[in-house]
């Protein structure tokens, strides 16, 4: 069974910056993808960032030139890294691994942007 402990979150004002760290049970070398999705109340959980095996990384339109996905190999750790933030980057963000084709979530940690 995969574990994924998410923390970082909190509240920051509009134009802060935060960092999120998502530590895994497994190694992360061995997953295919690794990605960090939120979700708003009243709205569907959307994907905010994903990163490959390979390094590849992919953003929603909505964070980019904002957050930075990476990942520690050595540590089993994804970061999001979130500057600018906005009011509307206010959500529950969960870390999500996909390993041999089966997907594993954490619990979610709250991030509040407000003045």
């Known amino acids: 069974q995969v574990q994924l402990v998410e923390s970082g979150g909190g509240l920051v004002q509009p134009g802060g910056s935060l960092r999120l760290s998502c530590v895994a049970s497994v190694p992360i070398f061995t997953a295919n993808t690794m990605g960090w999705y939120r979700q708003a109340p009243g709205k569907q959980r959307e994907l905010v960032a994903a990163i490959t095996s390979g390094t590849r990384t992919n953003y929603a339109d909505s964070v980019k030139g904002r957050f930075t996905i990476s990942r520690d190999n050595a540590r089993n750790t994804v970061y999001l890294q979130m500057n600018s933030l906005k009011p509307e980057d206010t959500a529950v963000y969960y870390c999500?691994?996909?390993?041999?084709?089966?997907?594993?979530w954490g619990q979610g940690t709250q991030v509040t942007v407000s003045s």
């Open positions: 999500q691994i996909r390993r041999f084709s089966a997907d594993y």
